[in-house]
């Protein structure tokens, strides 16, 4: 996991300031931050210059990462592996 990575070369943080949306809510990082004792500190909703470090982070990361040609063949790849029995939901 990228975040057990990175907290074994820099230390796990005291809080993680994240915004409301999909990609930063899931159960994986609030289990990984509550098994570590790693505060969430979410930003109020509707207000994105709470921390613009989040918001541009968040842009460039959708840009950059989340919008690849790759996701397009993602739910073929799974469904894929699901029929092999290499996946399992």
């Known amino acids: 996991m990228a975040l057990e990575q990175l907290a074994a070369e820099r230390g796990v943080p005291v809080t993680i300031s994240v915004d409301h949306g999909t990609e930063f809510t899931g159960r994986a990082l609030d289990a990984w931050a509550e098994a570590r004792g790693v505060q969430l500190d979410f930003i109020r ?22 919008s690849l040609p790759i996701f397009d063949e993602a739910p073929a790849l799974a469904q894929s592996a699901c029929a092999d029995g290499r996946l399992l939901v």
């Open 45 to 66: 909703p509707g207000k994105p210059n709470d921390n613009a470090f989040i918001e541009s982070f968040n842009s460039r990361l959708r840009d950059e990462c989340l």
